[in-house]
C-alpha cells in the first residue's frame, strides 16, 4: 500500500476504476442483450419450425408387419404354424465398428462360426436399414443377458419376431414350398410400403403361390423415441391386417402314404380329386427340411443338397418334365376318336414295327413279335405301339398337339404352386421357331407314343388323368380350398377355373375308360396286377426313355447302370364309375411301369379310397 | 441503480457492516442472496437436466457445499492478506501447471489432472484466481493507469499460464484465465490506444492461432460456422442444442417436460448445455429470469470494484466479477450458437464440481474485499 500518496492520486485512481467499472457494466448489459436478441430468433420468430423439428426428433412412424396366415390341411392340422423367436439383429448402417461389435458382443452372448458366415452371407443380400441377424434363437436368459449390456451397443437390438415352422418338416417341403428372408431382388418386386417390417416372403410352392393371401397389410403406429432411438411409447396406430389362413385340399395322410409308397426311388406322385381339381397329394422324393431355409440355411448344407445328385431340392411333381411314354396312349386314342380318324371297332395290324410309306425306317413295337390285329381297347391294354403310330400318322401333328393342349399337355396347368413347368408337346412350328429344323413324319408318330421331344410333367399326367375321369370336364388343380381370417369360423372358398373338353360323341370317353380299366382287369393288362376286388381302378402304365436303343440292338436291363434306366410311369383314377382321385406316378429309372409305378398307384389309391392293402411285390414283369 | 461514487467508499471508515452479524462473519447479503437464488434455481433445472436423478442432485449439494466452504473459508482472509500472498500462489500455480504437462494424468483425452496423493486436483483451476491475483498486485503497486511497461509484464504474466493451459489442451480454461488477465488490465484503466493495438494484433495472429490448434478444436470453430455441414457429427450439439431452445418458445414446455432433454436427443444437457434445458422447458421467460439473476452477481460485484478501499481490491473485484460475466456469455452464446463450441460451463447451474469451488471462492474474495475494512490514516 501506498500510504503515503495523496489523497487526490487516491481518487483519481477511484475514479479511473469506477469509468471502467461502470463501462464494464454497459459491455456487460451489450453482451446479454445479443444473446437476449439471438433467443428471441430462435424462441419467438422460428419457435414454429423448431418446435417441428423437435417433433421430428421424437415420433416416428414404424410399420406394423402383419401375422403370416396358417396352413391346415384338409383335415385341419397344422402344417404351416409361426412361433416366436428372438434373434440379436445388427444395423449395418447405425454401427460405427462392425468388426468390434461383433466381437464385443461374443464377449456376452455365444457367437460362433456359423453365426458369423450366416451374419457374413446375409448381410450382402441385405435391405439396407434393415436389421441383420447375428444370433437367432436366443434363450429368455440370453435376451436378459443382452438387455443389460444393450446401452453398449447402439444399432444393435433384440427383435422378437413370429418365425415359420413347418411341423411336417420333409413330407411338405415340395408342395408348401417356404419362406426365407427377403432379398434385393424381390423388395424390387414387392410393394414396399406393405412390406416395411415384414422379414420373410413365400420363396416357392403354396407360399409363394399364396403370398398375397398369407402376408396380409402392414400396419402402423407412432411411437415416441429417444435419441439412441429406443421406444418408449405409443401414441397412436392403425392395427395390421393379419394373413389369411389357407384351408387345403392337401390330406396329410395320404401325403404321407404316398410318400411311403415311393420308397427309397427318386419319384414323383401327384393326387388329385377329379371332382373338385383339389391336390390330395404332391410328392416329390428325395425332399428336404425346409425349416433349414427358413433363417438362412448354411453354406455346408446348402451345397450338399445343391450338388446331391439326387437332386432333393427338385421338385419332381411340377418341374420334373418328362417323356410320357406310353401314359398318353389313351388320350391321343381319344383325340383319334374326338377327329374321327379312328372307330374303337375297327383293328389294326401290328407286325412288330412300322414303316412309313416311302421310307426304309423301321419304327419298332415294344413287342418285337408284333400284337397281331387289334381295336383301340387291346391297342391300349397290351400297349401296342403299332396301332398308335398309325394313329398319330392319320391324325397329323397339329391336331394331336390341340387335342392334347386341351386336356393340359404343353401348357402350364395353373396350380397354386410356384414354379410350375409346362412340359412341351412339340410341332412343326416349335421345331422351325426353337431347333431351326424341319419336321419330319416320322416324329409324328414318336409324339403318338409319348417320347421323342415331348415331355409332360406328373402333375399334367394326374391332371389329364382327372380330365378323363370327369368325362372331359377339365378343372385346373389347386392346393388350397379355400382362405379364413384368424379366429373366423367362416371360411371362402376360392374359386375353381373349368372348361369342358369337347368330343364328337359322349360314349367316347367311355370307350378309352373301358379300355384304361382293362389295363388292370384283363388277364393281359400291363398293370393287372394291382387289380382289386375292392373297386375298379382305370390305369395306364408308361415308360420314358432315358437311354436311346440303337436302331439294331436289343435294350438289356442288366447292361445298363442304373442311372440309364428308363423311367416307371403310371396314371389312373379310382373308382371307375364314381372317380374320387385320379393319380400320377412317376419312378425315376424304375424300369417298366406295370411292375414299378402301378403299385405306388395303388397303395395312394387304397389309402384315399380305404381299400386293403396291395402284398408285397412279385417280382419284375414284362409289358409297357 | 447508480455505481456507488468514490466518496461514499471514504466515508465508510466506521462501517456498519463491520458491526452487523452478517459483518463480522464477513458475508455480503446482497452477494449470498444472489449466489443461493442461482444455485437453487441451479438445483431444480439439474433435477430435470439430469433425468430426475435425484442422486445427481445430492452430489450437486454436496459439492456446492464444499464451494460455499470455500466461499465461506476465504470470506475470512483479509485482502491484504491476500495481497501479500498473490505472487507465492501465482508461482505455485505455474509451476503446478508445468508439471501437469509433465507428469499429469490424462482425463477426457487432455491433461488436465495432477494426482497429490489423496485428491486430485485441476491447478488450471487455481489459475483462475492466481492469475487475477498476480496481475492486480503488479498493477497496484503503482499508480494507475498503468504504464507500457506494466502493461507488457501484465500480459506475460496472463499469456504463460494461458498457453501452458492451452497445451493441456483445454481451451475453454485458458479463455477464462486470458480473460482474467485482460479484465483486470482494463479495470486498471488500460489505455484505449493500446487496447485497440492489441485487438488489431490479436485479429493479425488468428491465422498463427488456427495453424496452432488441435483438429478437434478447429473442427469445433468450422462446426460453428455451418453446424449443417456435418448434422449427425460435429454439428449434432449445436443443431440439437438449437432445436430444444426454439422449440421452447416464451412458455417452454414445462418443467420435467422437454423432450430433447428427456428422450436425450440433448448432449451433455446437464452440464456444458443446460442453458438448452433452460430455454426448452422454461422458455424465453426463464432465461429472462435466469439473466437477471446473473446481471444482478455480476452487478454486485462491479459495485463492490468501485466501493473497494484500495487499488489491489478494486482491481480484483472488478477482474473476478468480469470473468464470472465471461463464464455465462461464453456459455450463453456457445449453446444458443453466437460463439463456436468452447468448454465453458453455465456457473453454478452446470453439473461438476471443479469450476463451481473456484466460481464461489472468487466470490469469497469479492465478500472479503467488501467486508474487510480498516480505517484509513489520513
Request: aromatic share 8%.
Amino acid at each position: 500500500m501506498r500510504l503515503d500518496s495523496s489523497i487526490q492520486d487516491r481518487e483519481r485512481e477511484a475514479h479511473l476504476v469506477a469509468v471502467r467499472a461502470a463501462i464494464s457494466g454497459v459491455l456487460v448489459l451489450a453482451a446479454l442483450a445479443l444473446v437476449i436478441v439471438r433467443l428471441v430468433h430462435l424462441q419467438v420468430d422460428n419457435h414454429e419450425h423448431y418446435s417441428v423439428l423437435s417433433k421430428d426428433n421424437r415420433v416416428k412412424v414404424q410399420p406394423v408387419p402383419p401375422t403370416r396366415g396358417l396352413i391346415y390341411d384338409a383335415r385341419g392340422l397344422l402344417i404351416a404354424d409361426n412361433h416366436p423367436s428372438f434373434s440379436l439383429e445388427i444395423t449395418i448402417e447405425k454401427v460405427e465398428d462392425l468388426a468390434g461389435t461383433i466381437d464385443a458382443l461374443a464377449a456376452v452372448l455365444p457367437i460362433d462360426e456359423k453365426d458369423r458366415s450366416r451374419f457374413d452371407r446375409m448381410q450382402r443380400q441385405r435391405v439396407r436399414f434393415q436389421g441383420v441377424p447375428i444370433r437367432l434363437n436366443l434363450t429368455e436368459e440370453e435376451v436378459a443377458r443382452f438387455s443389460l449390456d444393450s446401452y453398449r451397443f447402439p444399432g444393435v437390438d433384440v427383435n422378437a419376431e413370429l418365425i415359420r415352422t413347418y411341423p411336417l418338416g420333409d413330407l411338405t417341403a415340395h408342395v408348401l414350398g417356404y419362406v426365407g428372408r427377403i432379398n434385393e431382388e424381390e423388395m424390387g418386386r414387392i410393394d414396399g410400403s406393405d412390406y416395411a417390417g415384414t422379414h420373410f416372403i413365400g420363396k416357392g410352392g403354396v407360399e409363394k403361390a399364396h403370398e398375397g393371401l398369407l402376408h396380409g397389410h402392414v400396419g402402423y403406429q407412432q411411437v415416441e423415441v429417444n435419441a439412441r432411438g429406443r421406444v418408449l411409447r405409443t401414441l397412436e396406430g392403425k392395427p395390421p391386417v393379419a394373413g389369411r389362413d389357407l384351408l387345403l385340399y392337401l390330406d396329410m395322410g395320404l401325403q404321407r402314404a404316398a410318400t411311403a409308397a415311393l420308397g427309397d426311388n427318386r419319384g414323383a406322385v401327384v393326387a388329385i380329386d377329379p371332382r373338385t381339381g383339389g391336390v390330395l397329394a404332391l410328392v416329390s422324393k428325395p425332399s428336404f427340411d425346409p425349416n433349414l431355409f427358413v433363417q438362412g440355411i448354411a453354406q455346408k448344407d446348402y451345397h450338399a443338397l445343391l450338388y446331391s445328385p439326387d437332386k432333393p431340392l427338385f421338385n419332381r411333381a411340377v418341374r420334373g418334365q418328362y417323356p410320357p411314354g406310353s401314359t398318353v396312349k389313351p388320350f391321343v386314342g381319344l383325340a383319334g376318336l374326338a377327329a374321327g380318324v379312328i372307330d374303337a371297332r375297327k383293328v389294326k395290324f401290328c407286325p412288330g414295327a412300322y414303316r412309313l410309306p416311302g421310307q426304309s425306317h423301321r419304327y419298332r413295337c415294344w413287342r418285337r413279335g408284333g400284337h397281331g390285329t387289334l381295336a383301340l381297347e387291346q391297342a391300349i391294354v397290351q400297349s401296342c405301339d403299332v396301332y398308335f403310330y398309325d394313329l398319330a400318322h392319320d391324325l397329323g401333328i397339329e391336331r394331336l398337339k390341340g387335342y392334347l393342349g386341351r386336356l393340359g399337355f404343353g401348357d402350364r396347368t395353373g396350380i397354386d404352386v410356384s414354379g410350375e413347368l409346362g412340359g412341351l408337346v412339340p410341332s412343326k412350328e416349335w421345331k422351325e421357331k426353337v431347333r431351326k429344323q424341319l419336321w419330319y413324319p416320322g416324329e409324328t408318330l414318336i409324339v403318338g407314343i409319348g417320347q421323342g421331344a415331348f415331355l409332360a410333367t406328373p402333375l399334367q399326367l394326374a391332371v389329364a388323368t382327372a380330365t378323363m375321369a370327369n368325362r372331359g370336364h377339365f378343372i385346373a388343380p389347386r392346393v388350397a380350398r379355400a382362405t379364413r381370417l384368424p379366429g373366423d369360423k367362416q371360411a371362402a372358398e376360392l374359386p375353381a377355373v373349368s372348361r369342358p373338353v369337347d368330343v364328337t360323341a359322349p360314349g367316347q370317353w367311355d370307350q378309352v375308360i373301358r379300355a384304361m380299366t382293362q389295363v388292370v382287369e384283363s388277364p393281359n393288362g400291363t398293370a393287372r396286377r394291382i387289380r382289386t376286388s375292392d373297386y375298379l381302378i382305370a390305369g395306364k402304365t408308361g415308360t420314358a426313355q432315358v437311354f436311346t436303343v440303337g436302331q439294331n440292338e436289343t435294350y438289356n436291363v442288366s447292361r445298363i447302370t442304373e442311372r440309364m434306366r428308363d423311367h416307371a410311369l403310371f396314371i389312373a383314377f379310382a373308382p371307375v364309375d364314381d372317380p374320387r382321385i385320379a393319380v400320377a406316378v412317376i419312378v425315376e429309372n424304375g424300369g417298366h411301369g406295370g411292375s414299378v409305378a402301378a403299385p405306388v398307384a395303388r397303395r395312394v389309391i387304397d389309402a384315399h379310397l380305404g381299400g386293403t392293402q396291395l402284398m408285397a411285390d412279385a417280382g419284375p414283369e414284362h409289358g409297357d | 441503480m447508480a455505481i456507488r461514487s468514490v466518496s461514499s467508499s471514504l466515508d465508510r471508515v466506521g462501517d456498519p457492516a463491520q458491526t452487523t452479524f452478517m459483518g463480522r462473519l464477513h458475508i455480503d447479503l446482497p452477494l449470498l442472496a444472489g449466489l443461493l437464488l442461482l444455485s437453487g434455481f441451479g438445483l431444480a433445472v439439474l433435477y430435470s437436466a439430469s433425468g430426475q436423478d435425484l442422486g445427481a442432485v445430492e452430489r450437486q449439494l454436496a459439492r456446492l457445499g464444499i464451494a460455499y466452504g470455500f466461499m465461506f473459508a476465504l470470506a475470512q482472509v483479509s485482502p491484504v492478506r491476500l495481497q501479500r500472498w498473490s505472487p507465492p500462489i501465482y508461482v505455485a500455480g505455474v509451476l503446478m501447471l508445468v508439471a501437469v504437462l509433465l507428469i499429469g494424468d490424462v482425463g477426457k483425452g487432455a491433461q488436465r489432472w495432477l494426482d497429490l496423493g489423496a485428491v486430485r486436483f485441476q491447478p488450471s483451476e487455481l489459475l483462475k484466481l492466481a492469475v487475477p491475483m498476480m496481475v492486480a498486485w503488479l498493477l497496484a503497486a503503482r499508480p494507475l493507469p498503468p504504464g507500457l511497461g506494466r502493461v507488457a509484464g501484465a500480459a506475460a504474466l496472463t499469456l504463460v499460464p494461458a498457453i501452458l493451459i492451452a497445451k493441456q489442451p483445454d481451451l475453454g480454461t485458458a479463455v477464462l484465465v486470458a480473460t482474467a488477465g485482460i479484465a483486470v488490465l482494463f479495470i486498471a484503466g488500460l489505455s484505449w490506444r493500446l487496447i485497440f493495438l492489441i485487438g488489431g494484433v490479436v485479429a493479425a495472429l488468428t491465422p498463427l492461432v488456427w495453424y496452432h490448434m488441435h483438429d478437434y478444436q478447429r473442427q469445433r470453430v468450422l462446426t460453428f460456422l455451418d453446424p449443417e455441414s456435418d448434422p449427425l457429427g460435429s454439428g449434432y450439439h449445436i443443431i440439437q442444442s438449437q432445436i430444444a431452445i426454439g422449440s421452447g418458445g416464451i412458455q417452454g414446455k414445462g418443467w420435467l417436460n422437454g423432450t430433447q432433454s428427456h428422450l436425450e436427443f440433448l448432449p451433455e444437457r446437464h452440464t456444458d448445455f443446460i442453458f438448452a434445458v433452460i430455454g426448452e422447458e422454461l422458455g424465453l421467460s426463464g432465461i429472462l429470469i435466469l439473466l437477471g439473476l446473473y446481471v444482478f452477481i455480476i452487478y454486485r460485484g462491479l459495485a463492490i470494484a468501485v466501493g473497494a478501499q484500495d487499488s489491489y481490491g478494486r482491481l480484483l473485484a472488478g477482474g473476478l466479477s468480469l470473468v464470472f460475466f465471461v463464464y455465462v456469455f461464453v456459455n450463453t452464446g456457445m449453446v444458443t450458437g453466437l460463439l463456436p463450441v468452447v468448454g465453458v460451463p453455465l456457473p453454478l447451474v452446470s453439473f461438476g464440481g471443479t469450476s463451481m469451488v473456484t466460481l464461489l471462492a472468487s466470490f469469497g474474495i469479492l465478500m472479503a474485499i467488501e467486508t474487510h475494512r480498516k480505517s484509513l490514516r489520513i
